[in-house]
Every structure is written in structure tokens, then in C-alpha cells.
């Protein structure tokens, strides 16, 4: 997966009765993104699946298995996971939504604007999927309190998720994956991705307030109770809100300057991770210790963990043939090996994709292709508006359906319990040309920074 | 014995276009659970109890167990809007339609079987062939029902 890790297609000679590696790895491949798709199974058990049969096939060794996984990734992914699942527990998204919403004297489109900014902000630092999942269950309290239709709050909350996460190297699970592959820091990611995000973030709330916004109304006795909710109720343990305030903060301050110690953000993450685990149960019985350790590592997202580690052997399985590579000499040949084409290219192809696919395996097998395309482009330095236009193809490409990244599911599997189902075409009918204008805004951002 | 023997006869009821906040003052004042929902040529259409208005109060959200502990909302406020807005809707938006209705031939085990097995209301309507509502019978009218047998028996 890495620029240096990379390996020059082999032609295994072990390869199950006597099968053309390609093909095999190939099919393996498809055989597992299908099979995700089709959402009957679960997806780390299809690529736990998928990479046995990549080393019982022969394609790899167990021990060129291993070294594809990126632990840098997982390492940021599972530190994160840790940190999140305990900050949840203090109420503090539940506080910051309630402000948020009284801090505009509860008038139902600042409550949008708000929340969805809220949302962003959090999605930025944090995983999205744990964002939506705690303002979307208040925002439909605070939609109640005011009155209004939820759907349009939900929808603004879901687009500003992704593009939120778009901004960070811990945002999205995309940029985790790129940042690790090319050695791109946290600090790239804040010069390079986060300043085109407000711009995107706000075009979009502009559209939204034009789709929905003029219809937004609440009378004064609603406003009103939303200006009666007490956001101090919602914090539900001060002290750890403290302790994970000063580790957010260390960690968050550790990423900015990781690069220039030479530390991958993983180990800022685990490290930070570590310390909150030990904060969070300071002076208590070790009974208790150990039972809150079991709590939080039974909240942590091991199904996304395995899918990663999995999809790494996977697609290092299909990199080892060659297939990649020669899927880079297409791309490049179809783009006539001009640059500013070819970042367009991965910049649009990344944003339908990843609307109509998981982004998460569609990423893992476009890094090794644009690594593969570094010679051509006069090295590996020379690739980094390629990383960005990938960066912003995946995530904001979220936003294109329903079924565009985990954060939108979770959000609409809320809704659809609490009885304000979110359907799949009208989400799309919204959702697909908003995503179009930001990949354009993306576009000019990229060719007015980097192309010209 | 059959179910027209210890059903009760003439029971109070509602029509399916009356504001459901009237009917629950009867009910309060009567004492009264729930009541079979009719419509104007008298069949039976579904039944409005306590526990049926409730749910329509209490949010989805809530009920779905994603926002369980909520100290921080103004809830009574938040209900009594709640409360407003299903009191003035007609029964027949709040009613449950699903009841448990038995013939006037039934016995008196078949029709306690049948409140046990269905086990969201205590009342079983007795209804006729063409819909007419006959009567209803309560648990509590099949174990009164028991006991007076039973001492009659001594």
C-alpha cells in the first residue's frame, strides 16, 4: 500500500491449481466489493474471507499478507475509536447541539445552520459516524420542540458530516488511508484540504437554505421551548468531560506537530487512547478499572477494524499481480498521460464512485494506482495533487446517496425508527447535484492551487 | 357457558369522527380504560384506549431507545404540546384498529384464551356476524364470572 512498501508485480509460481494470479486476485477482488454491496453478509468477514483467500490461493504469502496492512492505519482508526467512545459518555455533542440551537433564540433555520455546523466541526475531529449518531437523535428532539419537519435538518447534517470529515487526515476514514500511504501529516491536510472546506461547506448550506430554508417557520411558543432546554443537564459526568477535553486536546495538538517529530499519527492516537483509558477510571477499584476497559473496547468498531485489515490484503493480493499497475498505464493512456487531466480524472471518477460504492474499498485500491503513476509524473513529490483530488473525490463523493458513506445509513436507519423515514431517491434527488457543485468548487480549488 | 352471558351488554363506546379529547374526559369521568370505536351505522371500527393515545404522545424518537435519558428537554412542555395536537385530532387517526373481537357463541374458556393469547388489551368485543357490536368482556369479568361459580358451587 505504501510508496515505499511497494512491490513489483510477481508472477507466483504456487498459485492453486495452477491458476493465472491475476485473474485470481482480480476475481477476489470483485468477488468481495460485490458481495459488500450486496449488504447480506458482514463486510469484515467478506474481507477477512476475501484476504485467506488471496495466501490459501497462493497470490501472497502470509508474510507479504501481514506487511500489506497498514497499521498506521488501524492504529489511528482504533486509537480514535477509543477516544470517542468515551467522550460520548459525557454528554458533551448532546451540550454542544443544545447551545448551539438556543444560541440562535431556537429560529428554525439558524438551528440548521447551526447543528449542521456543529456537525462539521465534530466530523472534522472525530468519527462521522459517532457525530451523526449523537446529533441526530437531538436533533429530532429539537425539531420536535420547534415544530418543524426533521428531514431537512437530518439531510444539511449528513452532507456537513462528510464534508466536515473531508477537512482533517482524521475526518474520514479515506484521508486516514491516503495520509498513511503517502506520508502526508495532519499538518498537510490542515494546509492543503481544510481551506477549501468552509467554502464548500457554505455554498452547500446556501443551496440548502434555498431548497428549504424559506420554508422553515415556528411560532413563538415553540421558539420557546427550545430556548427552555437546560444544555447543563446534558453533561452527564463533569470531571471526565474534563479529562477528555485536555486528551482531545493533547491529541489534537500532537497531530499538528507529529510530522516534525517524526511520530505517525497512530501513535499519537493510541497514545492519547492509553492515557484517557487511564484517566477515565483514575482511583477507582481495579474491578471497576477493568470493567469500564471491557465497556469501552466492547464500544469500539471492530467490524470496521477487520474490514480494513482484510481490504489491505486484498487489494495488496491484486497490486502483487500487477493489475494495478497496469490499471494506472490505462488510466494514464485514457487521460494521455497529461497531469491536469488525470487529476481530474481521479478527482470526478473518486467522487461518483464513491456515491454509488463504499469509499472505504475504493480508496484502498486507488492508492497503489496513483503510486504506480509517480514515475510518470517525475516521482513520487509530484503526486501530491493527485492525493488531495482523491481526498476530496472520496469523501465529498459521500454525499452523492444514501448509501455513500456510513454516516448517511446511520442517519437514515435513526430516522426510519423514529418514524420519519428518509427515502433513497428523494435523498439522492437532493443530495446528488449539491455533491456535484462541491467536486466542482473542489476542482477549481485544485486547478487554481496546484495546476496552473 | 357462552360469551353473551357474562359479557357486558350495552357498553359504553365513541364514534370514530368524535375529537379525542372529549372522549378521554368521558373516559376519566367514567373510569374507563379503553372503548370500542364505532362508526355511524354502529360497527365496530377499531378501539381507543389510554394506551393507545399515549403512544401517539410520546415521540418515535423516544420509543426507538436511540435518546433515552433526557434531563435536559422541557418535557412537559414538549408533551403537553403533544397532548394538544392529539386531543384535537378525531379517534379515528388515534383508535388501534387491531382488537380482539370474538363471536356472541363462543365459550367462556375460547374467549379467555383469546384475551391471554392476544395480550395488548384486556377487553375482548363481542362482535356479531355483520360487525354490530353485542357486548365486551374484561378478565376481570371472566374471573368475576369464576368466582360467582364457584361459590355457587359450595
Known amino acids: ?452 | 357457558m357462552l360469551a353473551t352471558e357474562f359479557m357486558i351488554d350495552q357498553p359504553h363506546t365513541c364514534l370514530i369522527d368524535e375529537p379525542v379529547g372529549d372522549v378521554f374526559l368521558r373516559m376519566r369521568a367514567q373510569g374507563l380504560r379503553m372503548l370500542p370505536v364505532l362508526d355511524a351505522g354502529g360497527c365496530v371500527k377499531g378501539v381507543l384506549s389510554t394506551y393507545s393515545v399515549l403512544g401517539h404522545i410520546v415521540p418515535d424518537y423516544i420509543l426507538s431507545g436511540d435518546l433515552s435519558a433526557i434531563p435536559y428537554a422541557p418535557d412537559i412542555d414538549m408533551l403537553r404540546t403533544h397532548y394538544t395536537d392529539v386531543a384535537g385530532r378525531l379517534v379515528g387517526g388515534v383508535m388501534d384498529e387491531e382488537y380482539l373481537s370474538v363471536g356472541p357463541g363462543e365459550s367462556l374458556l375460547s374467549v379467555a384464551a383469546a384475551l391471554v393469547g392476544f395480550g395488548r388489551h384486556e377487553y375482548a368485543l363481542v362482535v356479531d356476524k355483520d360487525g354490530l357490536l353485542k357486548g365486551m368482556i374484561s378478565a376481570g369479568d371472566i374471573l368475576a364470572t369464576l368466582r360467582k361459580i364457584t361459590c355457587d358451587a359450595r
Open chain 1, 1 to 452: 500500500m505504501h510508496g515505499d512498501s511497494m512491490v513489483e508485480p510477481v508472477v507466483n509460481h504456487h498459485v492453486i491449481f495452477g491458476l493465472d494470479p491475476l485473474w485470481l486476485a482480480v476475481s477476489i477482488l470483485l468477488l468481495v466489493y460485490a458481495v459488500v454491496m450486496m449488504e447480506k453478509f458482514n463486510r469484515a468477514v467478506l474481507s477477512l474471507l476475501g484476504a485467506g483467500m488471496m495466501i490459501l490461493g497462493g497470490v501472497l504469502t502470509q508474510q507479504q499478507a501481514v506487511a500489506g496492512v497498514d497499521f498506521n492505519t488501524i492504529g489511528l482508526l482504533t486509537g480514535m475509536m477509543v477516544i470517542v467512545a468515551i467522550s460520548q459518555k459525557t454528554g458533551m455533542f448532546q451540550y454542544v447541539a443544545i447551545r448551539a440551537a438556543k444560541a440562535v433564540k431556537g429560529q428554525p433555520w439558524g438551528v440548521l445552520a447551526m447543528l449542521a455546523t456543529v456537525t462539521a466541526v465534530f466530523s472534522a475531529f472525530l468519527d462521522n459516524v459517532t457525530t451523526v449518531l449523537l446529533i441526530a437523535p437531538v436533533t429530532l428532539l429539537i425539531t420536535d420542540a420547534l415544530g418543524v419537519r426533521p428531514y431537512p435538518y437530518l439531510f444539511s447534517q449528513i452532507l456537513a458530516s462528510n464534508i466536515g470529515g473531508t477537512a482533517t487526515l482524521i475526518g474520514d476514514p479515506p484521508n486516514i488511508m491516503i495520509g498513511s500511504a503517502a506520508h502526508l501529516s495532519f499538518y498537510d491536510f490542515l494546509l492543503h484540504l481544510t481551506p477549501i472546506i468552509p467554502v464548500i461547506f457554505l455554498v452547500t448550506l446556501l443551496l440548502i437554505w434555498m431548497m428549504f430554508g424559506r420554508d422553515l417557520k415556528a411560532s413563538d411558543e415553540h421558539r420557546h421551548l427550545i430556548m427552555a432546554f437546560n444544555e447543563n443537564e446534558a453533561i452527564k459526568d463533569h470531571v471526565l468531560l474534563k479529562k477528555c477535553l485536555l486528551v482531545l486536546f493533547l491529541v489534537i495538538a500532537g497531530f499538528t506537530v507529529a510530522h516534525q517529530f517524526h511520530l505517525e499519527p497512530a501513535s499519537i492516537a493510541m497514545t492519547g487512547a492509553a492515557l484517557l483509558l487511564l484517566l477515565q477510571t483514575w482511583g477507582k477499584p481495579l474491578k471497576d478499572k477493568d470493567h469500564a476497559f471491557e465497556g469501552i473496547m466492547a464500544e469500539v468498531e471492530w467490524t470496521t477494524i477487520f474490514f480494513f485489515v482484510g481490504l489491505f490484503i486484498v487489494v495488496t493480493g491484486v497490486e502483487h499481480t500487477g493489475a494495478i499497475k497496469w490499471l494506472a498505464d490505462q488510466t494514464l493512456a485514457m487521460t494521455g498521460g497529461d497531469f491536469n487531466a488525470t487529476v481530474a480524472a481521479v478527482l470526478w471518477i473518486s467522487a461518483i464512485a464513491s456515491a454509488l460504492i463504499d469509499n472505504i474499498p475504493f480508496v484502498a485500491t486507488m492508492i497503489p494506482m496513483i503510486h504506480d503513476m509517480g514515475p510518470s509524473f517525475g516521482g513520487e513529490d509530484m503526486l501530491m495533487p493527485l492525493w488531495w483530488a482523491l481526498a476530496l473525490g472520496a469523501c465529498l463523493g459521500g454525499n452523492g446517496s444514501l448509501i455513500g458513506a456510513s454516516a448517511n445509513l446511520i442517519v437514515a436507519g435513526f430516522a426510519q425508527r423514529a418514524g420519519q423515514p428518509i427515502p433513497f431517491l428523494v435523498f439522492m434527488k437532493h443530495a446528488f447535484g449539491l455533491m456535484l457543485i462541491s467536486v466542482a468548487i473542489a476542482h477549481v480549488y485544485i486547478y487554481l492551487r496546484y495546476l496552473i
